[in-house]
């Protein structure tokens, strides 16, 4: 009998069997696709020699990530290269405003009138940036920060809705890059917490970066692999588990998959019947003859670029797809360059490319055009540098990886309770009904992105109960 299963091969499930596996336990991981990775993979989408990411991309929580850093994934092949500038989000007036690694160049960037505003806002939490990410990123399955302070701190400033924390801001272009960072997780801004998202996002620029992985965010992925297998664990692949009895004899069964699916995996009725899940996105991934053509010098050095003309669009659009049920005409774009620091995502000269914009939760358009005329309208000329593009919308999503329900990127909705509390209210959100059962995918906190730190949480829970029997 295996001390541990683990269902689905994304940066969580990884994360969770390498943990177990480091205290000796045997653990061995299914997945459904033919490779490692869920949301942390790179494929030939386009054309021969164009190595796209086809879900993440930029790494601001990776390598930040406690759980990452704590392992050895450099032996393993991953290495993280860093844009000039983590990040930059651009006006219509040809101006940008930008997250660098230095606070004054960023503050600088935000006009005279905010500078002062947003260093006294950044800088107190820097000097202590490692400890409270770890705080933070363990809550609740760590109760005991161990800078109990500055995360009290940190609290009091990131609990409040993001729409408060922008009225500091005096000029748009402070609040506009601000909205930006908090749609990353497709919270309505004026969402309880949503502050803290925004702040989170910032302080990660400044302290370690937006990096993206050399070679594409497979890297990562089979970077944590490649040390589950010299550890003794084993990955099983093209095995989709529709059942408990799919399964080996385990001591414990740990899913990196949705709440849902796990509940009809385990049959466990009605565990989680009130969870939500959010809207959807619309991605395209472009293979490009040369650079996106922005106008903003800025976003051309940047990793990641946030498209959205001012605050009032980028919260229209927002509300457009969670409350009105529709697809912007202006929709909020996130994208990401990674071949502007990493050369070796396509052949010399060209580049690739992805944005991806919300639509509703299993809207079924086509938002092509609606993503080209926003891109056009920062980067004039940027329709003739394409040479091929993939489009993927909710149901094709879906269709890639169960966990994006409804072409929900976030395993969940990031809104109300549901954004710190998830996948229900529950100091422990890694257990299940069933003792020998558990969940450890983004729809647990700290919720969506790559950085593991679900899985680790998770397999603290595991690790105990496998202890105590
Ligand atoms: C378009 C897009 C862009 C993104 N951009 C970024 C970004 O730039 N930066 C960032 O940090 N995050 C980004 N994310 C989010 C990030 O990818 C996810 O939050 C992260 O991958 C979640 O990790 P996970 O391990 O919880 O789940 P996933 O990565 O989704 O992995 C779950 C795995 O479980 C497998 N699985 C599911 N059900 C079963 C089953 N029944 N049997 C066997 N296997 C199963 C799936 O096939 C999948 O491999 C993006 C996501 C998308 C889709």
Not at 104 to 127: C, K, N, Q, W
Not at 148 to 162: I, K, Q, Y
Not at 300 to 319: F, H, N
Not at 323 to 341: C, H, K, M, N, Y
């Amino acid at each position: 009998m295996l001390d541990a299963v683990v269902v689905g091969a994304g940066p969580n499930g990884l994360t969770a069997a390498v943990e177990l596996a480091r205290r000796g336990f045997s653990v061995a991981v299914f997945e459904a696709r033919g490779t490692v990775g869920g949301g942390a993979r790179t494929e030939e989408l386009t054309l021969p020699g164009f190595r796209h990411d086809p879900c993440s991309a930029a790494h601001p929580l990776g390598i930040s990530s406690p759980a990452f850093r704590a392992l050895p994934l450099e032996r393993h092949g991953l290495e993280w290269v860093h844009p000039e500038l983590p990040m930059a989000h651009p006006f219509p007036d040809g101006t940008a405003a930008v997250l660098a690694r230095s606070v004054a160049e960023t503050a600088a960037s935000l006009g005279p009138r905010d500078a002062g505003t947003y260093r006294r806002l950044v800088e107190p939490f820097l000097p202590r940036w490692d400890t409270l990410v770890r705080d933070f990123m363990s809550l609740p399955a760590a109760p005991l920060p161990h800078d109990p302070v500055t995360l009290a701190r940190f609290g009091l400033t990131g609990l409040p809705p993001s729409t408060w924390l922008m009225r500091r801001f005096r000029d748009e272009r402070a609040r506009t890059l601000f909205a930006g960072l908090v749609a990353h997780v497709i919270a309505p801004l004026g969402g309880l917490a949503t502050s803290a998202v925004g702040l989170m996002f910032a302080l990660a620029a400044h302290a370690r970066g937006w990096p993206v992985a050399r070679g594409g965010s497979q890297a990562v992925s089979d970077a944590l692999a490649g040390l589950l297998r010299d550890l003794g664990g084993a990955v099983h692949t093209d095995y989709e588990v529709k059942r408990l009895d799919d399964l080996p004899p385990a001591r414990a069964y740990v899913f990196d998959t949705s709440p849902t699916a796990l509940a009809r995996i385990a049959g466990l009725g009605r565990y989680c019947e009130g969870y939500r899940y959010g809207p959807g996105v619309f991605k395209i991934d472009y293979a490009l003859d040369g650079p996106v053509p922005w106008t903003a010098g800025q976003a051309r050095r940047a990793g990641t670029v946030q498209v959205g003309a001012d605050s009032a669009e980028i919260g229209g659009a927002l509300r457009a797809v969670s409350r009105e049920g529709r697809a912007p005409d202006r929709p909020f774009l996130i994208t990401v360059q990674p071949s502007v620091a990493d050369p070796t995502r396509a052949p010399a000269g060209k580049h690739v490319f992805w944005a991806y914009g919300h639509v509703p939760h299993g809207w079924t358009g086509d938002l092509t055009d609606a993503v080209e005329r926003q891109l056009e309208r920062f980067a004039p000329g940027f329709r003739d540098r394409v040479l091929a593009r993939a489009t993927a919308g909710p149901p094709e999503l879906a269709a890639r990886n169960a966990n994006y329900v409804g072409g929900d990127i976030a395993c969940g909705a990031a809104s109300g309770l549901q954004l710190l509390l998830r996948p229900r209210l529950s100091l422990h959100p890694y257990h299940t009904p069933h003792p020998a059962v558990f969940l450890c995918s983004s729809a647990t906190p700290p919720g969506p992105g790559v950085h593991g730190m679900s899985g680790h949480n998770a397999a603290r829970a595991v690790w105990r109960r496998l202890r105590q029997t």
